[in-house]
């Protein structure tokens, strides 16, 4: 199985500033990884797949990076509503597919 | 639209058995994966398992293989997950979400709450 590590667990940013997360996978995934955002309450949504792919709607300030083992996601502008918890996930080997353990992104 | 409806919160006690439901509407239902994830309260995400509904292949994650049921009934387009003995620890929020394009899930239902106590 395939382990997803998210860092850091918790993000300190100031609304209009860059935010940067990372995900590490313990073996290659090539592209095949996906990010979404849950917000509390909610179900996850897709954000981005195939590493750089954002999905249909998400707007331009998220972009996906990285291949192999390393990624990142990256909101260029934060606005109040991207204040929430970001999953990466990579389905390159499954059974199972897996999930990182997530972000908290939360207002500095 | 693709939407993914699943039915409502649910309180069981430890043993009892449990079905609940994600009906799919605004595509072909038999023609996309559709799979459960789990998330324990005020935890990360599980991914449980997968199938087709066109012709039933089910996969399982190796930590929920026989712990529980995956199954569909094309002819009213909804998934199922299953238990047949709960347990406290499986008081979770259960999703169901498509595979449309890729193994990744681009639709989700609203989730299921399930709590087991005694």
């Known amino acids: 199985e395939i382990v997803m590590t998210q860092s850091p667990a918790t993000l300190s940013v100031s609304p209009g500033e860059r935010a940067t997360l990372s995900c590490r996978a313990s073996?290659?995934?090539?592209?095949?990884l996906a990010w979404y955002q849950q917000k509390p309450g909610q179900a996850p949504r897709l954000l981005i797949y195939?590493?750089?792919t954002r999905a249909t709607g998400i707007p331009a300030r998220f972009s996906g990076s990285g291949s192999g083992t390393e990624f990142t996601l990256t909101i260029s502008s934060l606005q109040s509503e991207d204040f929430a918890v970001y999953y990466c996930?990579?389905?390159?080997?499954?059974?199972?597919?897996?999930f990182g353990g997530g972000t908290k992104v939360e207002i500095k | 639209e693709v939407q993914l409806v699943q039915s409502g919160a649910e309180v069981k006690k430890p043993g009892e058995s449990l079905k609940i439901s994600c009906k799919g509407s605004?595509?072909?239902?038999?023609?996309?994966?559709i799979g459960w994830v789990r998330q324990m309260p005020g935890k990360g995400l599980e991914w449980m398992g997968i199938?087709?509904?066109?012709?039933?292949?089910?996969r399982y994650s190796p930590s929920f293989q026989g712990q529980v049921t995956i199954s569909a009934d094309k002819s009213i387009s909804t998934a199922y997950l299953q238990w047949s003995s709960l347990k406290a620890s499986d008081t979770a929020m259960y999703y169901c979400?498509?595979?449309?394009?890729?193994?990744?899930?681009?639709?989700w239902g609203q989730g299921t709450l399930v709590t087991v106590s005694s």
């Open positions: 979400a498509t595979y449309s394009s890729g193994w990744y899930n681009d639709y």
């Open positions: 605004g595509y072909s239902f038999t023609s996309y994966w």
């Open positions: 199938i087709y509904p066109g012709d039933s292949d089910t």
């Open positions: 073996q290659s995934v090539s592209s095949n």
């Open positions: 195939g590493a750089s």
């Open positions: 996930q990579q389905y390159n080997n499954w059974p199972p597919v897996t």
